[in-house]
């Protein structure tokens, strides 16, 4: 069983940073892709940000792109994702996934374990 809990979302003015960490909990974080997605009201929950398992290679939404920045440290089984320039159409509650895919893959289908959601809202 493969825990993931997200955190470091909250409250911050336009032009305003926030970075995200995804907590895995099992031996097997270092051996999977993962992503970050994200889903405002009413709305599908999208892709953001994807990274394969080494680090090495990375993947980004166009609309986040040159913003956000997605990493990891498998030695302490954390992705994160540090978002700077925030702007209100950020406002989501975002979620860490795991994919059983190649790390570029968008589509929800790839990825089997999701966290909780962590809040981020971008007051205007």
């Known amino acids: 069983q493969v825990q993931l809990v997200e955190s470091g979302g909250g409250l911050v003015q336009a032009g305003g940073s926030l970075r995200l960490s995804c907590a895995a909990s099992?031996?097997?974080?270092?051996?999977?892709?993962m992503g970050w997605f994200r889903q405002a009201p009413g709305t599908e929950r999208d892709f953001v940000a994807a990274?394969?398992?080494?680090?090495?290679?990375?993947y980004y939404a166009d609309s986040v792109k040159g913003r956000f920045t997605i990493s990891r440290d498998n030695a302490k089984n954390t992705m994160y994702l540090q978002m700077d320039s925030l702007k209100p159409e950020d406002t989501a509650v975002y979620y860490c996934?795991?994919?059983?895919?190649?790390?570029?893959?968008?589509?929800?289908?790839?990825?089997?374990?999701w966290g909780q959601g962590t809040q981020v809202t971008v007051s205007s």
């Open positions: 996934a795991r994919n059983l895919a190649g790390y570029e893959s968008t589509s929800r289908r790839f990825y089997d374990y």
């Open positions: 099992g031996q097997t974080f270092r051996s999977y892709n």
């Open positions: 990274i394969s398992w080494s680090g090495g290679g990375t």
